[in-house]
């Protein structure tokens, strides 16, 4: 069992940038891939990033490519989602999700944890 939080969201104007935190409680934090996903008004939750258990492999959605970079702290229990040049159409909630494997994966439907999200807005 893991629980997770997320941190980090707010209001930046387009072209900035922020970084989005989510800690895991519990004591096998690296043996969890962990993936972002994100859900704007009126559509649904799309993948946006994701990483495997040691950091070793990550995997990004084409619309934050060059963009975004995932990575994270096992000894923090923590993963990072550092979002640069933001654009209006990347406002949405934020989410982190565990899954109980090595690799990342796209869908959502295949992590187990989910946290609460973070709300990210971007004024154009």
């Known amino acids: 069992q893991v629980q997770l939080v997320e941190s980090g969201g707010g209001l930046v104007q387009a072209g900035g940038s922020l970084r989005l935190s989510c800690a895991a409680s519990?004591?096998?934090?690296?043996?969890?891939?962990m993936g972002w996903f994100r859900q704007a008004p009126g559509k649904e939750r799309e993948f946006v990033a994701a990483i495997s258990w040691r950091g070793g492999n990550t995997y990004y959605a084409d619309s934050v490519k060059g963009r975004f970079t995932v990575s994270r702290d096992n000894a923090k229990n923590t993963v990072y989602l550092q979002m640069n040049s933001l654009k209006p159409e990347d406002t949405a909630v934020y989410y982190c999700a565990a899954r109980t494997s090595y690799s990342g994966t796209y869908y959502s439907n295949e992590y187990h944890y989910w946290g609460q999200g973070t709300q990210v807005t971007v004024s154009s």
């Open positions: 519990g004591r096998t934090f690296s043996s969890y891939a």
